[in-house]
C-alpha cells in the first residue's frame, strides 16, 4: 500500500514538473483564413509559422523559453478575426503573425492594441493598417500604394493608347488596391475605360465580361482576390475575350492556376521579388521541399515575421509587446526575405514591388526589368 502511495506521489510530482515546464513555454499566435475562401493563404501562413517555430526552439526558443503556437482561423471575416483578437488578448499571448486580410487585421489590431499585443501582418497591405497611429501594428509585406504603383506603371508603359478597364471586389484590400492602382494611372495619364464593382465571392461575371467585350477591353485590372479573379478570367476566354487579366498579391498562389487551367497563362499581378529565390532562404526552402511543401506567397512572409519579434524579443529580453515593439522599430533584423528595418508607422524600409506572369503549366515568374 505505501509502495502504491509513493508511486502516485512519484506520478504526481512528474505531471506537476510537466506543467510546470509547460507553463514556461511562451504561446504566439497565427490567425489567417484557415477556412474558407481565402484558405489556401492561411495553409502558407500556418506552414511559415509552424517552421519558425520549430526553427526558433531548436535554436534555444526566446530568452530561454520555447514557444508553443496558437492557430486561430479567422476565415477573412472581420467579426469573426475580432472575436480572435479578444481571444488572444485574453489569454495573454504577446505576440501574433496576422491577419490574412486588411479587413481582418484592421479590426482585430484594436483589440490587440487594448490588449497588449504586438502584432506583425504578414499580407495586409491597405494602407490604413499602419496609418492610424496604433503603437503595435506592423508588417513585413508592403503597402496597396506601393503596388498599386507599379501596376500602373507597367500598364502606362506596356498598354499606352489601349483600352483598360478596373474592378474591384468591395472589400477593404480588393477596393483598397484598385482605387491605389485607378489613382497612379490617372496621375500618369491614364483613364480608365470602365470602372465597376462586383461582390466578394460572386461566381457570375457573364454581366461584366459582356461589358468588357463591348468597351473592347485590352487589359482588365482586378482588386480582388485569386477565386474571383479566375472565374473572371475564364469567363472572358468562354465569351471569346483574349483580354489581358491584371492584379494584386492575393493572385500568389497556384489555387489561381488550378482555376483557370491553362488559360490562366498570361494572367499578370504584383507580388514582392519572390523570396524563394533569395540567398537568405535557400536553407529554409530545402527543408519546406523536404517536406513536400512549396513556400510559395505568404509562407515566408509569415516565417519572417516571427524571426523579426524573436530577435528583437531577445534584444529587449523581455516578450513584453511594447517593449519588443520599441526594439524592432530601433533595430535592423535578419529575416528569410532578406534585412528589415521599420519606420516610426510600422512599415518596413525595403520591399519594391514586381511583376509577375502565369505561364500555362500553373507556375509564375518574375517579368525581369519589370517593362515600367
Keep these: 500500500m505505501k509502495s502504491l502511495k509513493l508511486i502516485g506521489l512519484a506520478f504526481g510530482a512528474s505531471l506537476a514538473l510537466s506543467s510546470a515546464a509547460f507553463a514556461q513555454d511562451v504561446t504566439v499566435a497565427v490567425a489567417g483564413p484557415m477556412t474558407g475562401g481565402e484558405s489556401a493563404f492561411g495553409r502558407q501562413m500556418k506552414n511559415g509559422a509552424e517552421m519558425a517555430v520549430a526553427d526558433i526552439n531548436a535554436a534555444g526558443g526566446v530568452n530561454g523559453k520555447k514557444l508553443a503556437l496558437s492557430v486561430e482561423d479567422d476565415a477573412c471575416d472581420p467579426k469573426q478575426a475580432r472575436s480572435i483578437a479578444e481571444k488572444i488578448a485574453g489569454a495573454k499571448i504577446p505576440f501574433v503573425a496576422g491577419h490574412y486580410c486588411s479587413s481582418s487585421s484592421i479590426p482585430a489590431s484594436e483589440a490587440y492594441a487594448d490588449g497588449n499585443v504586438l502584432q506583425i501582418t504578414p499580407a495586409s497591405t491597405n494602407p490604413l493598417f499602419t496609418e492610424r497611429k496604433l503603437w503595435n501594428v506592423a508588417r513585413v509585406c508592403g503597402r496597396d500604394d506601393q503596388q498599386g504603383l507599379i501596376a500602373a506603371q507597367y500598364i502606362a508603359k506596356n498598354f499606352k493608347g489601349k483600352n483598360i478597364a478596373i474592378l474591384n471586389d468591395k472589400t477593404t484590400y480588393g477596393k483598397g488596391l484598385a482605387d491605389e492602382t485607378k489613382k497612379a494611372l490617372n496621375k500618369a495619364g491614364v483613364t480608365e475605360k470602365m470602372y465597376e464593382s462586383y461582390n466578394k465571392g460572386d461566381k457570375d461575371f457573364n454581366a461584366i465580361v459582356s461589358r468588357l467585350k463591348r468597351d473592347n477591353i485590352d487589359l482588365v485590372y482586378v482588386g480582388g482576390y485569386h477565386q474571383e479573379s479566375g472565374l473572371i478570367l475564364r469567363q472572358m476566354r468562354d465569351q471569346g475575350l483574349k483580354t489581358i487579366l491584371m492584379a494584386g498579391d492575393a493572385l500568389a498562389d497556384k489555387e489561381y492556376a488550378s482555376i483557370t487551367g491553362p488559360a490562366g497563362e498570361g494572367t499578370l499581378f504584383t507580388f514582392g521579388p519572390d523570396p524563394r529565390e533569395k540567398p537568405t532562404a535557400k536553407k529554409i526552402v530545402d527543408a519546406f521541399k523536404a517536406k513536400n511543401i512549396d513556400p510559395e506567397g505568404y509562407t515566408l512572409y509569415t516565417y519572417a515575421a516571427m524571426q523579426v519579434w524573436s530577435q528583437a ?36 524600409k525595403q520591399l519594391d514591388y514586381v511583376v509577375y506572369k502565369w505561364d500555362a503549366k500553373g507556375g509564375y515568374a518574375e517579368i525581369k526589368g519589370n517593362g515600367t
Design 313 to 348: 524579443a531577445k534584444k529587449a529580453g523581455t516578450t513584453d509587446a511594447k517593449k519588443v515593439m520599441e526594439a524592432m522599430k530601433a533595430g535592423k533584423w535578419d529575416t528569410v526575405i532578406g534585412p528589415i528595418e521599420y519606420d516610426a508607422k510600422g512599415d518596413i
